[in-house]
Each structure stands twice: as structure tokens, then as C-alpha cells.
């Protein structure tokens, strides 16, 4: 079955940078177009970032340049690195993949706190 493991994230002082991982298994990885969402508390979960099959990227407008989604196809993982990082960005960060039906790990917790 498709498993999507997410980590990498924890506490974080404003102005930091944290990297997410991402490990898929369960699917033929390089295929798939791969995601990061978030969600905030009490807030509707959104997207961070798309990478294509292809390497493409698409970024939500107000995270362009300071978060960046890559991937390696060799170890089936994709990426988010953040930079700059505020308060705001606080969440659970998901992992995403669609395939016929969405596909989410449980998430890692980003806080961004002084």
C-alpha cells in the first residue's frame, strides 16, 4: 500500500529554516507528481507546494521564495525546505500524492515561535 512518511520537523526561532522530508513507498515514486499542504489550527489545510514527475514546481503565491520543494527520485523522498520562517507558518505539514485518491502521511509539527 502507498505509505508517505513525513519528518524533519520541529521547533523553530523566527528568521530559521527547517527542511521536511517526505519517504514514499507503496508506488512507482519518479511517476507521481508529489505535495506539501499544511494546516494551521483552526484553519483549513492548503497547499504548500507541487513538484511534477517532470521536476516542475508550483508554489502557493505568499510562500514564493522562501520555500522550496525538490525531490530524488533515487530515494523516493521529497523535500520542502523553508526559510525565513514566521510565526504564521506554524502547522502540520502533510506529504501528498495523488493517485486516482489522495494520499497523506500524518503529518510533522513546524512551530515557529521566539
Known amino acids: 500500500q502507498v505509505q508517505l512518511v513525513e519528518s524533519g520537523g520541529g521547533l523553530v526561532q523566527p528568521g530559521g529554516s527547517l527542511r521536511l522530508s517526505c519517504a514514499a513507498s507503496?508506488?512507482?515514486?519518479?511517476?507521481?507528481?508529489m505535495g506539501w499542504y499544511r494546516q494551521a489550527p483552526g484553519k483549513q489545510r492548503e497547499l504548500v507546494a507541487v513538484?511534477?514527475?517532470?521536476?516542475?514546481?508550483n508554489y502557493a503565491d505568499s510562500l514564493k521564495g522562501r520555500f522550496t520543494i525538490s525531490r530524488d527520485n533515487a530515494k523516493n523522498t521529497v523535500y520542502l525546505q523553508m526559510n525565513s520562517l514566521k510565526p504564521e507558518d506554524t502547522a502540520v505539514y502533510y506529504c501528498?500524492?495523488?493517485?486516482?485518491?489522495?494520499?497523506w502521511g500524518r503529518g510533522t509539527q513546524v512551530t515557529v515561535s521566539s
Open positions: 501528498n500524492c495523488r493517485i486516482i485518491q489522495d494520499y
Open positions: 507503496g508506488i512507482t515514486f519518479s511517476l507521481h507528481a
Open positions: 513538484i511534477t514527475s517532470g521536476g516542475t514546481t
